[in-house]
């Protein structure tokens, strides 16, 4: 266990469904981070929140949607998905962003989303 | 933009053998470089960070090296194990983001 929960752990939706995916962290960090890990591709980060506020979101398409209420929750609101956007979707904490210090992120164990 | 490679993608050796992993990247404006493992249908697991200024770190039978210059680190496993049996990633951090390779596949075979 690494502090780090993602709810459900595994999602099947239609194209025309939306749904919500759930992250907390149980370790007092300050940054959380969204990755989405397809079979073929090395492992790609999506959004960063770092107190909340969202301070990177690297190219990804509006039917993606992240949230965080606070510091100890992320979500990540999906709609009109297409089936290329199946994948393991990670969630991750730091204490602080990385790059300022020794600083790794913590990783949740994922949700494998199958889209129809 | 920052790449990351690994190299090889996947790797089968019986067990008790020293064994080597490589990565490398393109831009070596990096903070530092870090090794995960991730177990089939899990999360990632931090291994070991190394800082920009630092040359290798040790954790158990485990040690990366980074060369900074030449965009390049290896993680050398001793004595493998069945239970070291995983992807491994490779990850440098250029500032909020951090940037992974595709992975190596690791089988250890009793």
């Known amino acids: 266990e690494t502090g780090v929960t993602q709810t459900p752990r595994h999602l099947v939706m239609g194209m025309t469904n939306k749904k919500s995916l759930k992250c907390e962290q149980h370790?007092?960090?300050?940054?959380m981070y969204w990755y989405k890990q397809s079979a073929k591709k090395p492992l790609e980060l999506m959004f960063v929140?770092?107190?909340?506020?969202?301070?990177e979101n690297n190219s990804v398409p509006s039917r993606f949607s992240p949230e965080c209420p606070n510091s100890s929750h992320l979500f990540l609101h999906l709609h009109t998905l297409q089936p290329e956007d199946s994948a393991l979707y990670l969630c991750?904490?730091?204490?602080?962003?990385?790059?300022?210090?020794?600083?790794?992120?913590?990783f949740g164990p994922g949700t494998r989303l199958l889209v129809l | 933009k920052q790449e990351v490679t690994q190299i090889p993608a996947a790797l089968s050796v019986p067990e008790g053998e020293n064994l080597v992993l490589n990565c490398s990247f393109t831009?070596?404006?990096?903070?530092?470089l870090q090794w995960f493992r991730q177990d089939p249908g899990k999360g990632l697991t931090s291994l070991l960070l190394?800082?920009?200024?630092?040359r290798e770190q040790t954790s158990g039978r485990l040690n990366a090296s980074l060369d900074k210059s030449s965009g390049r680190s290896t993680l050398y496993i001793a004595a493998s194990q069945p239970g070291d049996s995983a992807t491994y990633l490779c990850?440098?951090?250029?500032?909020?983001?951090?940037?992974f390779g595709g992975g190596t596949r690791l089988m250890v075979k009793p």
């Open positions: 991750a904490s730091s204490q602080g962003l990385t790059g300022t210090r020794e600083e790794t992120q913590y």
């Open positions: 370790l007092g960090h300050n940054a």
């Open positions: 929140y770092s107190l909340e506020e969202r301070v």
């Open positions: 831009d070596s404006a990096i903070y530092n």
């Open positions: 190394i800082q920009s200024s630092q």
């Open positions: 990850a440098v951090d250029a500032g909020n983001m951090l940037t």
